[in-house]
């Protein structure tokens, strides 16, 4: 697993990889926000929370519609399917690097435009804790649909359409979280998140190696 | 390389969509043989080896690969045995070839020497040079090298001479000739002959 | 004859729905009908009014969206595990009728709400999650409707059915913890029991509903069987 986890990382962040990517769309759609609703912090502290959460999950997709596809467009894909690894361990490995170079960096990014919204300190660490936590679900359920839109043409406009409602969960606990921060609650949204996220992790690489295993009959 | 007996397919159907591209095809190689899989445009010699390589599943018939006293029928353990060279040449415009070969060799725990292995399909000089500046033939060469140090006993080539040059093709026939002398078997889906000694299969047009 | 092999068993669905059609079709009418007088026939709510009988439209519909995709993560699970020719056919047929009763609950919930809200659409949870299964359905559809090669197409729009299966709960679980935390939503079970008079018209809605579903779905797979049937034949011709 450790070679494909490796070469997954070497080509996310080479020129023209997904990862840098990932982050400008982040941080443009953020920005963007301010300047439809205006630079009033005291609402944009309000909505900052969901607005970075929902920026970060179509962040993520944004980069996830070739996590298999381009293996599979240049022929890598039967080349890792007859290698001595399984096709879940294949999954688990790409999710795993699909993590670290989008899930990661969204998260290590999301302090700075939690200030920029006007977040109290307290309520950014939550922000960041709560990316940290359930980035892993969007990576591995966004695995599933772009297994499972791998031959399709225009695979990257269905993917979101598949996987946002799979994601609404992950967005309501990381927002609501933060929320909470805010109005001086506790709710254990980030336990709720965190377990989404165990889940989503431990059982997506089986739903999406069933898929890639489909679409290699192609 | 662990070697292999023979592979052996018996009664083999393939149905694609509604068509069907072949019925009863039956065939054995034997280990040291090389096989040139022959026939028109939409005959199935890629739905043949993706079928041997345990991506398509039969309509009906048996594949059987047996090593020494073992008769292997599961598709994925029979995966395991095989050396692919498929229609494209998987080699990544980012990737440099001695990152693919590096890459390639640690997934498939191949404990060969990249370098000699380039140096033999002659792209030492490009060897540092990421791949979206080498031309078809020069990725072709990549994908034989990968072949190469898969160290598998089946390989399953398709269209191995396409896009290479006069010496690049008989550079490909040396590597079918010493994998043959070493035991191994050869399953090569093409359009020219492949310029050594081989068993000749070839596909009809769909009936 | 390959194809002939593939149908034995969709022949023998062809033979037994054609028997049962009629009846159902009836049933479907009575139930319906029965329903539709029941609903106007039962008195107004205190404190809804005459806008309470909506309930009769919109409780069936919302509990047929359910089941229909119940039905069709059934289907699938047939489809993937026995690799059933049937269940694929069903599943692909369950999907367009489930997102019609979902957008039926859609709006019947939401004239519903204007006169209970006061708002045309409020992020309720049931309205909510509601929502989030017509993408579901509508997310099914596409990937069906994308992936050429029929039997790769049912396949993988199997696994997204099972997926979502095994998420619809969680889903619903977070909308309605989502709902609950904001405090907007005032109608929910909280709200006073609902006495035996409104009861019975709705049990005979739902029934009549559940039964338009089978009808519709049932003579949906023979379209679908009809249609594939259709094209063999072509395509058998052509190649000949």
């Known amino acids: ?218 | 390389m662990s070697t292999v007996a023979s592979l052996g397919v018996e009664r083999l159907t393939c149905i694609r969509g509604q068509r069907v591209l072949f019925r009863d095809l039956s065939f054995r190689v034997a280990g040291g043989q090389i096989l040139s899989l022959e026939g028109p445009n939409g005959a199935g010699k890629t739905s043949l080896l993706r079928l041997l390589a345990g991506f398509l599943v039969p309509a009906a018939g048996r594949i059987a690969l047996t090593a020494g006293a073992a008769t292997i029928d599961d598709a994925e353990e029979r995966g395991r045995l095989i050396g692919w060279l498929g229609h494209h040449d998987a080699a990544k415009p980012q990737l440099t070839p001695l990152e693919v070969l590096a890459f390639f060799a640690g997934l498939y725990r191949s404990d060969a020497k990249i370098a000699d292995a380039l140096a033999a399909v002659g792209l030492a000089a490009v060897a540092s040079l990421p791949c979206q500046y080498l031309s078809a033939g020069q990725k072709k060469r990549l994908a034989l090298a990968r072949l190469k140090i898969s160290n598998r006993p089946v390989w399953l080539l398709d269209e191995p001479l396409a896009s290479l040059d006069a010496g690049g093709k008989r550079l490909a026939a040396e590597f079918l000739d010493a994998h043959a002398l070493f035991g191994g078997i050869a399953i090569a889906a093409t359009h020219e002959p492949l310029g050594i000694a081989c068993e000749r299969l070839v596909l009809g047009a769909p009936a | 004859m390959a194809s002939l092999f593939a149908y034995a068993n969709p022949k023998r669905f062809m033979d037994l729905s054609a028997a049962v059609l009629p009846w159902l079709v009836a049933a479907t009418v009575a139930a319906l009908f029965a329903g539709l007088v029941l609903g106007f026939a039962s008195p107004p709510d205190y404190q809804q009014g005459d806008t309470v009988k909506l309930m009769y439209l919109h409780v069936p519909a919302a509990w047929t969206a359910m089941m229909a995709y119940g039905l069709l993560a059934l289907a699938s699970l047939f489809s993937l595990v026995w690799r059933h020719p049937l269940a694929d056919v069903a599943a692909k047929a369950a999907a367009p009728l489930g997102a019609t009763f979902t957008l039926l609950g859609l709006v019947t919930g939401s004239l519903w709400g204007r006169p209970m809200w006061g708002a045309w659409w409020v992020w309720d949870a049931r309205l909510t999650s509601f929502l989030l299964l017509l993408f579901l359905y509508l997310g099914y559809m596409a990937l069906w409707n994308a992936i050429e090669d029929e039997v790769r197409a049912a396949r993988a729009a199997a696994i997204l059915a099972l997926v979502g299966a095994v998420n619809l709960p969680v889903i619903e679980f977070s909308v309605n913890w989502h709902t609950l935390h904001q405090g907007e939503s005032i109608f929910r079970a909280g709200g006073p029991t609902i006495a035996s008079v409104f009861l019975w018209p709705l049990f005979v809605s739902m029934a009549g509903y559940t039964l338009l579903f089978f009808t519709l779905w049932t003579i949906r797979i023979r379209t679908e069987i009809l249609e594939r049937r259709i094209r063999s034949l072509l395509l058998g011709g052509a190649a000949a």
Do not use: C, Y
Request: avoid cysteine; charged fraction near 10%; hydrophobic fraction near 65%.
């Open chain 1, 1 to 218: 697993m450790i070679p494909l986890f490796l070469r997954d990382i070497r080509l996310a962040s080479r020129a023209g990889g997904s990862a840098a990517l990932a982050l400008a769309f982040f941080a443009a759609v953020a920005t963007l926000v301010p300047l439809g609703v205006g630079a009033d912090l005291r609402l944009l502290a309000r909505i900052a929370a969901g607005v970075l959460w929902v920026a970060a999950v179509l962040a993520a997709l944004l980069s996830l519609d070739r996590l298999f596809q381009a293996d599979f467009d240049d022929g890598s894909l039967d080349l890792l399917a007859l290698s001595p690894l399984s096709l879940e361990s294949i999954a688990a490995a790409k999710i795993a690097a699909h993590w670290l170079t989008t899930g990661l960096p969204l998260t290590l990014l999301s302090p700075l435009l939690g200030l920029m919204f006007g977040l109290p300190p307290r309520a950014i660490a939550v922000l960041g804790l709560s990316l940290l936590v359930g980035t892993p679900s969007v990576s591995a359920l966004g695995a599933i649909g772009a297994a499972l839109t791998l031959a399709v043409r225009r695979g990257g406009l269905i993917l979101p359409l598949l996987v946002l409602p799979l994601l609404s969960p992950a967005v309501i606990f990381g927002a609501g979280a933060v929320q909470a921060v805010l109005d001086g609650l506790s709710n254990g949204a980030l336990l709720f998140l965190a377990a989404f996220s165990v889940a989503a992790t431990l059982l997506s690489p089986f739903a999406a190696a069933a898929a890639v295993r489909l679409n290699l009959a192609g």
